[in-house]
């Protein structure tokens, strides 16, 4: 799974999710878009379009969390169907997240939901973070 960011002259960071290594428009999976928008109050919302969403007019999926608390959910489009959580762990309790020097998460994932689609989305989340 190839991740990456978009050019600096957008005003928000986009990450592009492929199938294997590739970087072919043909094997792009999703889309990952982070509003430029510094939000002081409220949780941070991100938001989520499948390659089939060309316009990306209406997200897919949106994850909202708080980076302070270490927890988001992913819901369903712009709806409140909450179809995944995760919350941080303390990263002593994990070698390779102490090797990594990255946070643990705990995932909790309805049932019929890709969970790999979900850690994807939780692992690009935490990657945002630390590119402060």
């Known amino acids: 799974m190839g991740m990456g960011n978009a050019q600096a002259l957008m005003l928000s960071t986009r990450w592009k999710v492929f199938r294997g290594d590739s970087t072919s428009r043909r094997d792009l999976l999703f889309t990952v878009v982070k ?49 995944a959580k995760a919350s941080s762990i303390d990263r002593r309790f994990s070698v390779v997240s102490a090797l990594l020097g990255k946070n643990t998460y705990s995932v909790t994932v309805n049932p019929g939901i890709d969970y790999a689609f979900i850690v994807a989305l939780v692992v690009i989340l935490d990657e945002m973070h630390y590119q402060r």
């Open 35 to 83: 509003p430029s928008v510094i939000q002081l109050r409220g949780p941070t919302k991100v938001n989520v379009f499948l390659a089939s969403n060309d316009a990306e007019q209406t997200c897919d999926f949106r994850i909202t969390g708080s980076y302070h608390d270490g927890a988001c959910a992913v819901s369903l489009g712009d709806s409140d169907t909450v179809i």
